[in-house]
């Protein structure tokens, strides 16, 4: 009697340390990381709103941040008509003055953003998905040659319009001496690509929920890229846009205030974050379509919506997983275990025991997910509120097989 006591004890204490080890781990994540917020403005052109633009520029200039502008060079005088000459609209000269004053002073990070940001299938719209090789590579010379002459320094970074490109464009872009490109996610990717990948990721309502799953995740350079363009604002069209600049000028000021977040342009990024490589960009994509969606949402927390997720993040998910089937296979075997030990002492407890604690955690688990907000207090909760019944129902049907075989004899 002495050694079954001595055991069920010693089991009993190894669980509870587990639990604590385990729960010790994951709230020590998010502690001390800075959190790299990344701002893309698109479709800088002649026909872009300067009003905008100033209010954004005199913003970030106080903040002393740099912000990214994706250039369109050139822009087209009349939609409907062919991209020839005449119809080639580059920058006024006011707004290549604007740029390069924002450039010369740090505040603009100048990207070439397309050509003339015109959609050759309006279907899915894209400036190049789709066009030959040798027109994507002229496209993309000449809007770089120009971008070059312009702000006096080397272009080598690159925003698809729409997002949208394909394997012509990363070729191209390879051979002009690109170094990054930066589209939305679910782009193509080759393993071997030598270019650098850095997709938006959210808009500018999402900004706070993004910070707080950076917070929480096991990242160690947590990065979230917001995307804006003029026709966001409720200043430039009160229908299409969204946001007001007070608005965003407070949650620019919001981050500002935060001691943990670090506010960056693309080039800044491709500076500071050690990988941006093809595999994380298509990790992401995966994370996204295939293994969230078999994992409760308290386990990833969207994260990978609004974050640009590192690789490790996988292996995180592993580990969440084989946490939980540790507890649920603890949970199964101690309650069994228990059930084994006095279920054939007594039917009151062993119906008791069995039908109780299935009661029990149907209650526990209706308290849990009634509202769906459930972290890692909940989820071990619940785990063991599974574990428990199912250990005991087992040993339950057991006891009644080895109780009435010898009646039947
Ligand atoms: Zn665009």
């Not at 066009?131 to 970074?157: F, R, V, W």
Request: aromatic share 10%; glycine share 6%; hydrophobic share 40%.
């Amino acid at each position: 009697m002495k050694t079954r006591a001595s055991s069920k004890i010693f089991i009993l204490t190894l669980f509870f340390v587990i639990l604590l080890a385990l729960t010790g781990c994951a709230q020590q994540s998010g502690t001390q990381k800075q959190i790299n917020v990344v701002f893309r403005y698109d479709d800088y052109s002649s026909k872009s709103t300067t009003e905008i633009e100033q209010r954004i520029i005199d913003l970030f200039h106080d903040d002393g941040i740099s912000i990214t502008f994706g250039v369109i060079p050139f822009s087209l005088v009349d939609d409907t008509l062919e991209q020839s000459g005449a119809n080639l609209l580059q920058l006024t000269p006011e707004k290549e003055a604007f740029l390069k004053a924002g450039f010369e002073s740090g505040v603009i990070d100048v990207v070439l953003h397309g050509y003339t940001h015109k959609a050759i299938n309006p279907e899915v719209p894209s400036e190049f998905t789709g066009s030959d090789y040798s027109t994507q590579l002229e496209k993309i010379t000449e809007g770089k040659k120009y971008l070059e002459s312009l702000i006096n320094a080397p272009i080598t970074l690159f925003i698809p319009p729409w997002n949208r490109y394909d394997l012509n464009t990363l070729q191209a872009l390879e051979e002009l001496g690109f170094s990054t490109i930066s589209a939305g996610e679910g782009g193509e990717a080759p393993e071997t690509s030598k270019l650098e990948y850095l997709p938006a990721t959210i808009d500018l309502t999402q900004i706070q929920a993004a910070v707080s799953v950076a917070r929480n995740s096991s990242d160690k350079q947590p990065l979230i890229v917001v995307l804006l363009h003029d026709y966001d604002f409720k200043e430039h069209n009160q229908e299409r846009g969204y946001i007001t600049l007070p608005e965003f000028s407070d949650q620019v000021n919001w981050l500002a205030s935060q001691s943990d977040v670090r506010m960056l342009s693309v080039t800044q990024a491709t500076q500071i974050i050690t990988d941006l490589s093809p595999q994380r960009y298509l990790l992401n994509t995966q994370n996204c379509q295939r293994i969230y969606r078999y994992l409760p949402v308290p386990l990833h927390g969207e994260a990978c919506k609004l974050q640009y997720q590192e690789p490790a993040t996988l292996r995180t998910i592993l580990k969440i997983s084989s946490f939980y089937l540790a507890i649920l296979l603890l949970g199964f075997g101690i309650s069994f275990v228990a059930g084994y030990l006095i279920f054939p002492r007594s039917k009151f407890l062993m119906n008791l025991g069995t039908f109780g604690s299935m009661a029990l955690s149907l209650v526990v688990l209706i308290y849990l997910f009634h509202d769906l907000e459930i972290y890692l207090r909940g989820m071990i909760i619940s785990t063991v509120a599974v574990s428990v019944p199912l250990g005991l129902l087992v040993c339950y049907q057991l006891v009644k097989k080895r109780a009435k075989a010898p009646q039947e004899k």
